[in-house]
């Protein structure tokens, strides 16, 4: 699981992870919070970009996945 921390509680975010290659592995959309939870556990050990879009706002972040 990887948990991500939003500056403010957004009515509407949306999550995109990439592997290396830019290739979408997963997309997933939350309403009403601060705090989302990914889970990971799916992917294969890798370095993969978040791209998080919050309203106005678009964020992006690399996490590393050691263990599968």
């Known amino acids: 699981t ?17 592997d290396n290659s830019g290739k979408l592995m997963l997309k997933e959309k939350w309403e ?6 990914l889970k990971l556990s799916d992917l294969a050990p ?6 998080t879009i919050a309203e106005k706002t ?7 996945k050691l263990i599968p």
């Open 46 to 51: 890798g370095i993969y970009y978040v791209k």
């Open 32 to 37: 009403n919070t601060n705090q989302i939870d």
């Open 2 to 18: 990887c948990t991500i921390k939003l500056s403010e509680n957004y009515e509407e975010t949306e999550v995109s992870v990439l």
């Open 58 to 64: 678009t964020s992006s972040k690399v996490i590393i």
